[in-house]
């Protein structure tokens, strides 16, 4: 029998002190490696088995270091969070406080940025170490709310012993990841926690919505940021008779002029004023604005054509893509989910969809929102040289994969299908 996140909620509203109980038999049988009662919910299962992986004590626990003010202080005014703060505490911390929980906002590495709420409850997270500044991450604390939302991008109910650490078995905490609507980039976690006999199950609900709701309000923010920099952009603009593009520091666009309209473009991280290449507009003058750049291209090159791709896979632990065109070349070093998914689209040059892809890297088509943050970190460097709907490289590029001499060395630490066949057979992509 599996618990599904129903079933606690159902036997919580009706008797917590038994679901606390049931939970708590199958934890301690789980991790002393025998048959538990009933079976944990997958993904409370999968994040004990990496809490244990990553030697967190389950029986102790341990208290995480703080931040220093200064550092919190640094990583609030930094943060994407500050900018939806007002919205999360008017749309959660008046209930929050009035069932007795508290609010945490934590950033992507799990350490807590704020904390608001019920006094009484406040005080009995201190005694957990769950304060500003701490580490609440997984690897550090084990499965909670705000580490194992972070691990997994989707909304978690952790109630009572599905805790990790003993410590936390008397309380429930719900969080939901926020990320950034322009990149899919996790920005942090939003979390609803209290004490165990105040859980309610419209908990769950209730905080992912209001964090896909912070996620629309970014999404505001940024298309107004563009509408202030296309009005700045006007003048400037008019006065161009060639090709140009207005982007933010991001490199989405504002405005454009002689050229058809593309959403982004990627931008070098450390793209500065002055004649500089670009992938999607070749050798181009790049000038500053309040808040973006203006992107005078000197020839065409947005298409791709007499462009040369190489996708280099020969090294176990190190790959790289490399583009070479009429006026210039450039290389980028790939981590191993983008190498894994650039070699598929080597391998199937017609295209893949996002679901196809979530198909052949996770073996679960429903991963599609983790294929677009993916492949939208791709398009930042490689920019117009890749097509999507379906992803593909673009048809005028010439795309050269090199392979390991021997193929049981190409990607090893992949499980997608096309490329566990490549490395036990004959071909090339």
């Not at 919910?41 to 990553?54: G, K, Q, T, Y």
């Not at 389950?58 to 220093?68: A, C, D, F, Y």
Request: hydrophobic fraction near 45%.
């Amino acid at each position: 029998m599996v618990l599904s996140a129903s079933d606690v909620e159902r036997l919580a509203a009706v008797d917590t002190a038994r679901a606390a109980r049931v939970l708590r038999e199958v934890r301690s049988a789980r991790l002393a490696g025998q048959r538990a009662p009933v079976a944990p919910r997958p993904v409370i299962e999968r994040s004990w088995e990496r809490a244990l992986r990553h030697g967190v004590d389950p029986e102790h626990g341990h208290r995480p270091g703080l931040l220093s003010e200064q550092e919190v202080r640094g990583r609030r005014e930094s943060s994407e969070l500050r900018h939806v703060l007002p919205l999360l505490r008017e749309e959660l911390l008046t209930v929050a406080d009035a069932a007795r929980h508290i609010m945490a906002v934590a950033d992507a590495d799990g350490r807590v940025l704020w904390r608001e709420g019920s006094g009484p409850v406040l005080r009995r997270a201190d005694a957990l170490g769950f304060e500003v500044g701490a580490d609440w991450s997984e690897e550090v604390v084990g499965t909670n709310g705000v580490g194992t939302p972070v691990v997994v991008r989707e909304p978690v109910q952790v109630f009572a012993s599905e805790h990790f650490a003993r410590s936390q078995a008397t309380w429930t905490c719900t969080g939901a990841p926020i990320t950034d609507p322009r990149d899919g980039r996790l920005l942090g976690v939003v979390d609803v926690s209290g004490p165990l006999e105040m859980a309610h199950p419209a908990t769950l609900a209730w905080v992912g919505s209001v964090a896909k709701l912070a996620e629309a309000r970014l999404r505001e923010r940024h298309l107004a940021s563009l509408e202030r920099l296309r009005a700045v952009a006007a003048v400037p603009l008019a006065r161009l008779a060639g090709r140009a593009l207005v982007v933010d520091r991001d490199g989405w666009t504002a405005a454009a002029t002689g050229m058809p309209y593309v959403s982004r473009i990627g931008l070098p991280k450390s793209l500065a004023a002055g004649r500089r290449w670009l992938p999607q507009l070749g050798m181009c003058v790049v000038e500053p604005l309040a808040g973006g750049w203006l992107l005078r291209a000197a020839e065409r090159a947005a298409e791709g054509g007499g462009t040369r791709i190489v996708l280099d896979l020969t090294r176990r632990r190190s790959w790289s893509v490399a583009v070479s065109g009429a006026m210039g070349s450039w290389s980028h070093e790939l981590s191993p989910r983008h190498a894994e998914l650039l070699c598929l689209l080597a391998v199937r040059r017609a295209g893949l969809s996002a679901a196809e892809l979530a198909a052949e890297v996770f073996g679960d088509v429903g991963r599609t929102v983790t294929v677009r943050a993916e492949m939208s970190r791709v398009r930042r460097y490689l920019g117009g040289l890749l097509d999507h709907r379906p992803y593909r490289f673009c048809e005028n590029a010439e795309v050269e994969t090199l392979l390991p001499a021997e193929p049981g060395a190409l990607l090893p630490h992949s499980t997608a299908p096309t490329l566990v066949d490549l490395r036990t057979g004959p071909g090339t992509p």
